[in-house]
């Protein structure tokens, strides 16, 4: 059993302090607006400038310290040290500035969405290791598939129940079909891209699953900015796409189809909560994507 956000945030002095102590930190100020966690800027004994990360214990970041482990610092930041007691309690390199690609305005979104998919394709080149820790999408897809079905029978939002269909179904097929299975980052948004000095700019926060990379670039797609804020939302996808996809080698179709999927499968989420607006915007623009498979 996961704890409550409440219960762990109780826990965080005594695991803040555990983690000083067993790795003689100097602590910095804290650095805030990212996910449920608790994160400084720490100085190692020997004067390195380093992050210390205390993550809220879900399923989605146990497996973080093996992901960046297995990057080894390859467009990632690097795992300086993991607590083999407690996965969710991380020391990592410090990225300067830091900035994330997100609030770089000085940036266009052609520019933004090259660095994100460059960003996310140097870990895709590591492939899997022989030996993985990870979940398979394969396995979370059909979870999520399941999930949203039931969802939609027993809660009955407002949403257009073809589109809910399409989303489900590629849920299940996306990750079978695929023709490569890298480790995905699991949360590839520019919120999780940083400039940093040792290369310029290195990505954080993984969610890892291993299976099909284009699962991965949906959020990219749709939070460098907008597209949907745009005169033509379709068009600006269609263009998105097409240069993600050369930059990564991926089939344009495919990038649409999973984008379709982890929309769908997000609206349902939302719906989950009470929040219906948000999920209605999002089978909103599933359905417009859906449009371009044919």
């Not at 945030?9 to 996910?35: C, M, N």
């Not at 770089?104 to 979104?109: A, C, M, W």
């Not at 099909?212 to 797609?221: I, T, V």
């Not at 080698?249 to 984008?259: I, K």
């Amino acid at each position: 059993m996961w704890p409550t956000e409440d219960d762990w945030r109780r826990t965080v002095p005594d695991r803040l302090a555990a983690a000083v102590a067993r790795w003689d930190l100097r602590l910095g100020p804290e650095i805030t607006g990212g996910s449920v966690s608790h994160v400084r800027t720490v100085t190692t004994a020997d004067g390195l400038p380093a992050v210390l990360k205390l993550s809220f214990p879900h399923r989605e970041a146990r497996d973080e310290a093996a992901a960046l482990a297995w990057w080894d610092g390859r467009g990632a930041v690097r795992l300086l040290a993991s607590d083999p007691e407690d996965p969710f309690v991380l020391l990592l390199e410090r990225c300067a500035p830091g900035t994330r690609l997100v609030d770089r305005e000085d940036l266009g979104p052609t520019e933004r969405l090259t660095i994100g998919a460059d960003a996310v394709a140097r870990l895709w080149a590591a492939g899997v290791p022989e030996s993985s820790p990870f979940e398979r999408l394969v396995d979370v897809c059909d979870e999520w598939a399941d999930l949203a079905e039931h969802r939609m029978q027993t809660l009955a939002p407002p949403l257009d129940p073809g589109v809910v269909r399409q989303g489900v179904a590629l849920l299940r097929e996306l990750p079978r079909t695929a023709t490569r299975e890298v480790v995905v980052h699991g949360d590839h948004n520019p919120g999780n891209v940083l400039a940093a000095e040792r290369e310029p700019w290195l990505v954080i926060d993984p969610k890892p699953m291993t299976g099909d990379p284009a699962y991965d670039l949906c959020p990219l797609l749709m939070q460098v900015d907008d597209p949907f804020a745009l005169p033509d939302p379709v068009a600006a996808v269609v263009d998105r796409t097409a240069l993600v996809a050369d930059r990564t080698g991926l089939a344009p179709d495919r990038v649409h189809a999973w984008s379709v999927a982890r929309l769908v499968e997000s609206a349902l989420w939302y719906v989950s909560r009470g929040e219906v607006p948000e999920a209605q915007d999002n089978a909103a623009r599933a359905a417009r994507i859906a449009h371009l498979l044919g």
